[in-house]
Each structure stands twice: as C-alpha cells, then as structure tokens.
C-alpha cells in the first residue's frame, strides 16, 4: 500500500479556501453558510478536493475539527449525482455508537437542507420498523452503527450492492469495542470498485492492518496542533486536584458556580456513580441529568436533546455514552473520577475548547487512583505530577477556577434559571429494549434475572417464587349495554406449601 501524507496545523496563519473554491456545490455551500459556516477547517482543507476526486483517504485528526464535513459534503454531492432507490444507498457511514449516529446524520441533514438528500439512520435500541420505512422509501445515505446495519442486510431491507463510498468514523473507538470483525463482513459486502474513507483519532496496529487490506493507494490526511502522538487541545486549561472522596460532590458543586462556567459534561467511570452524582447536583439545584448505558434509548436522546437545547447545562455521562457527543458550547469538563488511561483522558478534555473556544478541563485524583493518573501524567508529559491535596474550601481551588468567594454546595434560587430535564419531551421511538451483550453502544447493562427454581418435597413438585401466594385468574364480564360495568368477579386466593394447599380455619 502506497501512500503520501498531507498535514496541517490548527493555528496556520495563511488565507483558507472558501467551501466553494475547494470544489462544493453552490446549494450545499449555501447550506454552511445559512447556519454560519463559511471557513473550513484543516482537515476539510485537505481532504474534500481528494474525497470529490474518489480518493481513498485516511483521515486523522482530534475530536472537534470538522471531520463531519471533510468526509460528508463529498457523500451528499455523490448522492446529488447519483441518488439513490429504495434499499440501496449509494453511501453508507458506519460509527461505534448511537449518539454518534445521530449527529453524524444531523450535521448532513444541515448541510442537505438546499439538496433533498434522503439520509436513513439505523442503530440498535431503536424499533425496526421506522427505519425499514425510511429504507423503504428511498435512501442515498445510510448512518449507522455496525450491529444494527447487517442486522437489517442480514433481513434483506439493506442492500449493499451499490454504494460507492464508505466511511468509517472514529474507527479506533470500534476496535476498541470490538466491532472489527463486523467492519470486515461490511467492508466484503460492499462493490470492489468503491471509495473507502477511514477516519480515526489515533493509529492503532490493527487500523494500519485494516487499511493495507481495503484501501487502495490512500491518502494520509492530518490535522493537529503539534505532531505528538496524543494531540491535547492548546486552549483547554488544565487543572488536577488530589481530593478525599466525601468531600467530591461539594467541590464539584462549587465548582459549577465558577465565573463563565456555560455547558458542562462531567466523567465518571460506573453508571451507578453517575446516577449518585446527577441524583445530587439535582437536589442541590443544578440542572443536571445522567447517561449511561442502562437508560433507554429515549431517555438518553431526551437527556442529550435538553443539553444541546440548554435546558439542562450538566451533563453526568459515562465515557461510552458520551462517545458522539459533539456540542461546540461547552466551557468545562470535570473528570469526577480518574480515566482509565491516556487517551480516554484526552477523548474527554476533547469535549470542551472545540472550533476554537476555550475550555476548562479539571481532574479530581483520589487517594487510590494516584498510581494511574501518574501513568496518564507521564504518558501525555504533563506537569501534574503530584496534584496538590485539595478541600471544597481551599483558597488554591477557588481561585484557579475562579469560583466567587463564599460560593456553598447548594445553588441559590434565583439562580435555578434552566427549565430542567422534565420540559424535554420523550419521543416515542418504539424502543427494543435496554442495551445489553452485544450492544452497538459497547457498554453492557447491569444483569436483570428472573429465575424460579423447581424443587421436590414429598414428592410433590413446588415452585418457588417471590410471591407467598398463588391467585386463580381473574374473570372479568363484559359491560352491559346500557354501559354499567358489572362488578369485579372476586378472586379466591389459596395458600400453599410445598405445592398442597392448605385451608385455613375460617374456610
């Protein structure tokens, strides 16, 4: 495999080509511009001439920089060409997750809106049906995860047939959740004669593997501020505390009264964490909500929807469901507990100080959790060796973060302004159930088990179960015609013990 790289810096100094010189059409550049997206990004710059020429592409670049569009205008001119039939999309994006899915497909949908391009979402935890009807109905981008996708192959409501371009987005992220072996059945069911863009933030061995064995002569695009290999956003300030457990959600909620604190995601490493500490920021008054893997798929949209909406401004997620999550407005990122290792530190600080704002990234290290962070310390080069023990009280923590000075753990009335989770409708979407083992989400459900067990007593068989007694089916009458509804049949209960009945005095 041959291949030449191009690379280019975040804070280059020299005049960017509009949208339209780099070779998009005027309905789509109209489009950008509507919603106030007139410059391009490096990595835009570099790929879209290579992407519109069917150039196979390796895409490399932080979260944030645009990837969305580097690789999305070329699919919809594509489609504008060429549309699509029913079942048959002429390009197919392939994501580790499902809030991922939603974006990728938002971001094309804005950019669409002048070209009536039909895009088809598909993930898993969603009902069949309304996705089969979109396919159904004509599609020439399909976005989905990759479980869901052959899923609806395997079923025939997919047709791979005749795309011409496909992207993988984010594919470090699924190799790590395991879905390789997928992306390769995808990759075999797609023509020959195709255009693959693969887009990853890091270059793991098996990404290398993976593009020797699909891409055909691709092109090494690179978007970073430097050339290390873990690229940290420059206008992201840092901030690392050593912190005592019981004192964390009252310095995280002083720490969300801070000066200019807008948008705010914080980290933690369980689901049963997240829920503890969503479940108190909203009792001292911040409008918080949680996402994790063990909400249905409608809570989690309805969560994500009040954050981008502003109806919520803290947002509690576990690293997986946050993967995709790509709002331009948030200002601090909080790891309430220590990440597991170098790059998911990098992946969260990557949530804030994007499209070039600035940001605020603060780490609280417990006692046990110093060991690690020291492994993440070393491996990025950072300066926080030995975080300074810090109190919901220190003069040191309130003036870094530029927290007003007398600020408590509960946030005032007057200034509980957000309207809340509860104004965000839930959308009715036909939901499949909780995500579990072999999730496109990668993040497993806590265990739910109904069992009952069958033993023998005296040769009688008895059935052991949480309820102490047994109920004979009720029966319920019809209503007569003038509309009274008769009386309930009243059920007679019976006891039993070790599968006899057993009759009580009174009967």
């Known amino acids: 495999m041959e291949a030449r790289t191009l690379t280019a810096t975040d804070n280059t100094t020299e005049p960017q080509a509009t949208f339209r010189e780099l070779g998009i059409t005027d309905d789509i550049a109209d489009a950008l511009e509507a919603e106030g997206i007139v410059s391009p990004f490096p990595i835009q710059t570099l790929a879209l001439p290579l992407a519109l020429t069917g150039t196979d592409i390796i895409g490399q670049a932080r979260t944030g920089t645009g990837k969305t569009f580097a690789f999305g205008l070329p699919l919809l001119q594509r489609a504008q060409a060429d549309p699509g039939s029913a079942r048959r999309p002429r390009a197919l994006v392939v994501v580790p997750t499902r809030e991922l899915a939603i974006q990728v497909a938002a971001d094309l949908a804005t950019a669409s809106k002048r070209t009536g391009a039909r895009i088809v979402t598909v993930y898993g935890g969603r009902a069949y049906e309304p996705q089969i009807t979109g396919l159904k109905n004509g599609v020439d981008i399909v976005v989905g995860t990759p479980g869901r996708l052959l899923d609806l192959e395997g079923q025939r ?183 597991d290792d170098e790059k998911t530190y990098t992946h969260r600080i990557g949530r804030t100080g994007r499209a070039g704002r600035s940001g605020t990234a603060v780490t609280f290290i417990d006692w046990q959790e110093t060991a690690r962070w020291k492994l993440i310390n070393g491996a990025l080069g950072l300066s926080f060796t030995d975080p300074e023990e810090t109190y919901s009280t220190s003069a040191h923590f309130f003036e870094a973060l530029r927290i007003p000075s007398g600020t408590k753990g509960t946030l005032a009335k007057e200034q509980r302004e957000r309207a809340g989770i509860e104004a965000e409708e839930i959308e009715d979407i036909g939901e499949t159930g909780r995500p579990g083992r072999g999730s496109d989400d990668g993040e497993p459900s806590g265990r739910s088990r109904s069992r009952t067990r069958r033993r023998t007593r005296g040769g009688a068989s008895a059935t052991t179960a949480t309820a102490a007694t047994a109920a004979e089916p009720v029966t319920e009458p019809a209503a007569s015609a003038d509309g009274d509804r008769p009386a309930r049949k009243r059920t007679r209960r019976r006891r039993t013990r070790s599968g006899v009945e057993v009759r009580s005095d009174q009967e």
């Open 157 to 339: 409501h997919l047709d791979l047939s005749e795309v011409g371009a496909l992207v993988l987005d984010e594919a470090d992220k699924m190799l790590d959740l395991g879905f390789l072996p997928d992306i390769e059945r995808i990759l075999k069911g797609i023509p020959e004669q195709r255009q693959i863009m693969l887009f990853s933030a890091t270059m793991p061995s098996e990404i290398v593997s993976l593009s020797r064995n699909y891409l055909r002569r691709p092109t090494h695009v690179r978007a970073s501020d430097d050339d290390s290999g873990h690229t940290l956003p420059s206008q992201v300030s840092q901030h690392v505390f050593r912190t005592h457990q019981m004192d964390k959600q009252e310095m995280l909620a002083r720490l969300l009264q801070a000066e200019g604190r807008g948008l705010t995601m914080v980290f933690c490493q369980t689901k049963r964490v997240c829920d503890q500490v969503s479940t108190a920021l909203k009792g001292r008054g911040f409008a918080a909500a949680a996402v994790h893997g063990d909400l249905g798929q409608s809570q989690r949209e309805r969560a994500l929807r009040a954050f981008r909406n502003g109806k919520i401004d803290v947002l509690v997620a576990t690293d997986v469901a946050a993967r995709g999550l790509d709002v331009d407005d948030v200002t601090h990122v909080v790891n309430y507990e220590c990440p």
